[in-house]
């Protein structure tokens, strides 16, 4: 059972996941693949989420990835996820520069 998402009226939802060969956590772009950065996420709205998570909860197997599920971001160059656990999945530790990710625009 899918939990119930809360949203703002600017906020958007993106599908992430983790491949399961090595772990990567993964976004879902706009033409249906896997990418490893969030600045390439399809962004979806609330009414559309549900067909889309369906959708690649069906491909998971062939496309090799699991535990997919949506996140709030916050539109603009770059995507932000809303929750601070999203935002380390996304962007890396927050601790120190060194070991976070660089931001593709």
Known sequence: MKRPTRIDAEEKLVLTA???LD???VWLDQE???CSSIAHAA???P???DAALEKAKAHAQLDEVVG???VVVRPGPPLRPVS????IRAFGPTVHPQFS???ER
Request: net charge negative; hydrophobic share 35%.
């Open 47 to 49: 009414d559309t989420i």
């Open 84 to 87: 601070v656990r999203e935002n």
């Open 101 to 103: 990710k660089e931001i």
């Open 32 to 34: 249906g693949r896997w």
């Open 23 to 25: 772990g990567h956590i």
């Open 43 to 45: 962004m979806f709205e």
């Open 18 to 20: 983790n491949c399961l």
């Open 68 to 70: 997919i599920y949506d």
